[in-house]
């Protein structure tokens, strides 16, 4: 903030100039006045409305008593020469029906007024607007933004300093070139229903009737992967949303929302000839609200200002969000290069939460872009000084193609996310800095690109596509799908170049989808495509952490207790994945209950010949975390879990019958108990692997190029579990000694299982080699390999005995 004399000397500066050059021109008006004035005085009406006379203040003007009707009067300031409230007025009779308000009708004498003239512009300081930081000038700065609506006129003033006090509503119908101006706005005056500044349009929204074949006909289209609906071709370039009150979804989970639902509603644009924008999610039986809101045929842009907040909202405890800010309500906006912050020396102090300093509704195409604000507090160490809510530095309900651009807003645990949105669709942030993203009900379609994400995270749900890239994100989740909405994504995940940093010594998530166990309204699962590339997770501030990092972290139960199945990815990919600042790695997922899952079209299933796939996950080049010693077998301890026990039946062919593909991934452990699945592994380290709980696995194992070198705790029993119906393949394998609580126990190789020296070779096995460890170790136990025992490990065939014949003597 300017301080006070500085802000003092740069307004004389300013009303110097302005003076000298009005001046200027002042004297050529008079001059001409003056001279009309001498010719016509006397004269008919008509002459006299040629005259023309300059002023320097409007109380001047108000004062001669001289002026007639059809005089021309230029001022040259509002209360002082040169103090930029320089206007035009037109001397006109008074009318008794439109009452006279001193600002753009002033008093002459009875019965005449002097009436402001439009020009190309308008200004503040035309109204009388007072910068003395007692006054409220928001009643002026409402008159003037009146005056340009009616008008159709720009507001240009680009310096100055105001405060807004009481007004609320002021309205924004045209651009505003606000410049270096700044607004002092006292919070304690915020109203629960009506912003400061409402950006709106002049078209009116309209309900749409369709006869009853009309409307049958439109509700047969309207569905995902529609593109054109002829019915909406007469609403070309509005806004259509369609409600059915009588069919809730998202229901939220949680004793505090008992019973908060949302209708079934969805949103879309209509272009020519009944072409949509606005993929649409959901499948409609009627509906209780159609509603078309028409686009502008043109940009509105704000561009400029810098907003001083008081920070003292009113009330004592939460029982509301209050207004604040702007309200755009307006497509096509776009609103620029501001500055939001709070007053110096003052704290958010305030009880009540706020809606957002910027909150959009039923808006299309509308941009926020070059913004500084803040997100406000709410995590306040004393309980009783909690805000009772969440509360937003931007909030916003039925958006669709809007674009947040170059925004920062940070802050600690104290604060509450700046962003809170419902029904978002097609939304885009770029090259932001944000304490939080949040999406509560209904994103469809989020890009974000070249940001950075603060302590509270990415936090959504919805569908679409998801597309994160080149984005940091400080926090111990890279995006949680909330739990409270069903931790839903049902479309396409990409994540591509990027980094989550953890901000304390607490597991790690990248990917978290864990819903409550409870009836939301609407099929739930953590995408229907994954594909991560080149992501880092950087531990620079905790080197010493030993917390587990998971790849995914998703429900333990793959179908709720209304018997409503989840859906799961039929492709999960996840490539270079590594681990900065300390040398324990992540693990991947553990999803114990595949019987259940739905994947929709892709079928799936096995007879007892063949594993019909319908997921492809596949793991390349990733960072493992070298697991603790355990005992064999134990599905805790393995960084990819699919399944339970083998007692557990599959629903049907749309559950989860994964083939699963790993490379280059060191220290693996894999459970695969009680599952159906194919899993190929290459060039890998095997720790673990449990493919056989309670019978063989439903499917088949090949190991290529791979190195089993187990890491266990004391015990008797087998290390590999590798039995499986469809066959288990080595190929060009290397087997290890165990290590046993970190020490090398070569004397345990035989609970390897698979492999035992000079007694037993399993599975279909093709050049398998012993490691240094174990050759070593027989060398110095004087044990000499057998030929046969040899021969079995350079080929053997899974109908070939798997005794080793020793030969008679």
């Given at each position: 903030m300017r301080s006070t004399n500085s802000s003092i000397n740069e307004k004389q500066s300013i009303q110097r100039r302005r003076v000298i050059g009005l001046l200027g021109l002042g004297g050529l008006a008079?001059?001409?006045?003056?001279?009309?004035?001498?010719?016509?005085?006397?004269?008919?009406?008509?002459?006299?409305?040629?005259?023309?006379?300059?002023?320097?203040?409007?109380?001047?003007?108000?004062?001669?008593?001289?002026?007639?009707?059809?005089?021309?009067?230029?001022?040259?300031?509002?209360?002082?020469?040169?103090?930029?409230?320089?206007?035009?007025?037109?001397?006109?009779?008074?009318?008794?029906?439109?009452?006279?308000?001193?600002?753009?009708?002033?008093?002459?004498?009875?019965?005449?007024?002097?009436?402001?003239?439009?020009?190309?512009?308008?200004?503040?300081?035309?109204?009388?607007?007072?910068?003395?930081?007692?006054?409220?000038?928001?009643?002026?700065?409402?008159?003037?933004?009146?005056?340009?609506?009616?008008?159709?006129?720009?507001?240009?003033?680009?310096?100055?300093?105001?405060?807004?006090?009481?007004?609320?509503?002021?309205?924004?119908?045209?651009?505003?070139?606000?410049?270096?101006?700044?607004?002092?706005?006292?919070?304690?005056?915020?109203?629960?229903?009506?912003?400061r500044f409402r950006v709106s349009s002049l078209?009116?929204?309209?309900?749409?009737?369709?006869?009853?074949?009309?409307?049958?006909?439109?509700?047969?289209?309207?569905?995902?992967?529609?593109?054109?609906i002829s019915e909406m071709a007469p609403y070309k370039n509005c806004l259509i949303s369609i409600a059915d009150s009588g069919d809730q979804i998202g229901f939220r989970a949680g004793d505090r929302y008992k019973g908060q639902s949302w209708d079934r509603e969805e949103l879309f644009y209509v272009e020519e000839d009944g072409r949509i924008v606005g993929d649409i999610a959901w499948e409609f039986t009627n509906y209780t609200t159609l509603t078309a809101t028409p686009c502008n045929d043109s940009f509105l842009i704000v561009d400029g200002g810098g907003f001083y907040l008081s920070g003292d909202n009113p009330?004592?405890?939460?029982?509301?969000?209050?207004?604040?800010?702007?309200r755009i309500e307006r497509s096509r906006t776009k609103i620029q290069n501001q500055w939001v912050g709070l007053e110096p020396g003052h704290r958010d102090t305030s009880m009540e939460p706020r809606s957002g300093f910027y909150t959009l509704s039923r808006v299309f195409n509308s941009t926020l872009e070059n913004i500084r604000l803040i997100p406000w507090e709410q995590n306040r160490k004393d309980p009783a000084k909690k805000v009772g809510a969440g509360t937003y530095g931007i909030s916003g309900n039925r958006l669709l193609n809007c674009t947040f651009r170059n925004i920062t807003a940070e802050g600690s645990y104290l604060h509450w996310g700046v962003f809170g949105t419902n029904i978002n669709k097609n939304f885009r942030i770029e090259n932001c800095r944000l304490n939080r993203i949040d999406v509560h009900f209904h994103c469809w379609n989020l890009t974000i690109k070249d940001s950075e994400v603060g302590l509270r995270g990415i936090s959504v749900t919805g569908g679409g596509d998801l597309t994160i890239e080149n984005t940091v994100q400080h926090g111990n989740t890279f995006v949680n799908f909330r739990s409270d909405f069903g931790a839903k994504w049902d479309g396409n995940i990409r994540i591509r170049n990027c980094k989550l940093a953890p901000a304390s010594d607490r597991s790690v998530t990248?990917?978290?989808?864990?819903?409550?166990?409870?009836?939301?309204?609407?099929?739930?699962?953590?995408?229907?495509?994954?594909?991560?590339?080149?992501?880092?997770?950087?531990?620079?501030?905790?080197?010493?952490?030993?917390?587990?990092?998971?790849?995914?972290?998703?429900?333990?139960?793959?179908?709720?207790?209304?018997?409503?199945?989840?859906?799961?990815?039929?492709?999960?990919?996840?490539?270079?994945?590594?681990?900065?600042?300390?040398?324990?790695?992540?693990?991947?997922?553990?999803?114990?209950?595949?019987?259940?899952?739905?994947?929709?079209?892709?079928?799936?299933?096995?007879?007892?010949?063949?594993?019909?796939?319908?997921?492809?996950?596949?793991?390349?080049?990733?960072?493992?975390?070298?697991?603790?010693?355990?005992?064999?077998?134990?599905?805790?301890?393995?960084?990819?879990?699919?399944?339970?026990?083998?007692?557990?039946a599959y629903q049907d062919s749309k559950a989860l019958y994964p083939h699963i593909r790993v490379t280059n991934c060191p220290n693996l452990s894999v459970y695969l108990g009680g599952s159906a699945a194919n899993l190929s592994v290459t060039d890998s380290a095997i720790d673990r692997c449990t493919a056989d709980v309670d019978g063989p696995l439903r499917g088949s194992l090949s190991f290529l190029n791979c190195r089993f070198a187990p890491n266990l705790t004391e015990g008797t029993e087998r290390i590999y579990a590798l039995e499986s119906e469809l066959g288990t393949h080595l190929t060009n394998c290397t087997v290890h000694a165990p290590r046993t609580a970190g020490t090398l126990t070569p004397e345990q190789a035989d609970r390897l299982d698979f492999v035992q020296v000079n007694k037993r070779v399993r599975y279909y096995q093709l050049n398998t080699a012993l490691g240094n460890d174990l050759l070593k170790f027989y060398e110095s136990q004087q044990i000499k390999l057998l030929p046969q025992f040899v021969a079995m490990l350079k080929s053997h065939h899974a109908l070939e005995s798997e005794e080793v014949q020793k030969e008679n003597k």
């Open positions: 008079f001059a001409h006045g003056a001279s009309v004035e001498a010719q016509d005085r006397g004269a008919s009406a008509a002459s006299v409305q040629r005259e023309a006379r300059v002023y320097p203040t409007v109380a001047a003007m108000a004062g001669d008593s001289t002026l007639a009707v059809g005089v021309v009067v230029r001022t040259l300031g509002y209360a002082s020469a040169g103090d930029g409230g320089e206007a035009s007025y037109v001397v006109v009779k008074a009318d008794a029906k439109d009452p006279v308000d001193e600002t753009t009708k002033i008093s002459i004498r009875k019965g005449l007024v002097a009436e402001l003239l439009p020009g190309s512009s308008v200004n503040y300081r035309m109204f009388g607007v007072k910068s003395d930081g007692k006054s409220d000038d928001g009643v002026q700065i409402k008159q003037a933004h009146e005056f340009a609506r009616e008008h159709g006129l720009p507001i240009i003033q680009r310096e100055g300093e105001f405060w807004i006090v009481r007004t609320n509503q002021i309205p924004i119908t045209t651009n505003v070139e606000w410049g270096n101006t700044i607004f002092h706005i006292n919070e304690k005056y915020n109203d629960k229903r009506k912003p078209l009116p929204a309209k309900s749409i009737k369709l006869d009853e074949a009309a409307k049958k006909s439109f509700l047969e289209k309207l569905g995902p992967g529609v593109q054109v009330g004592t405890k939460y029982t509301s969000y209050y207004s604040n800010g702007f990248i990917l978290s989808s864990r819903p409550a166990q409870f009836g939301f309204g609407y099929p739930i699962g953590c995408g229907r495509t994954i594909d991560i590339q080149n992501f880092q997770i950087d531990f620079q501030r905790f080197p010493a952490s030993t917390a587990p990092v998971w790849l995914m972290s998703v429900a333990k139960f793959s179908k709720t207790k209304d018997d409503s199945r989840h859906f799961f990815a039929h492709h999960l990919s996840a490539r270079n994945i590594t681990v900065s600042g300390r040398q324990q790695g992540i693990r991947l997922v553990d999803i114990p209950a595949p019987y259940h899952y739905d994947l929709g079209a892709k079928e799936g299933g096995y007879d007892g010949q063949q594993l019909t796939t319908n997921c492809q996950m596949i793991f390349e080049d990733i960072q493992l975390e070298a697991l603790p010693p355990s005992k064999p077998n134990d599905p805790a301890f393995a960084h990819l879990r699919i399944g339970d026990k083998g007692s557990i």
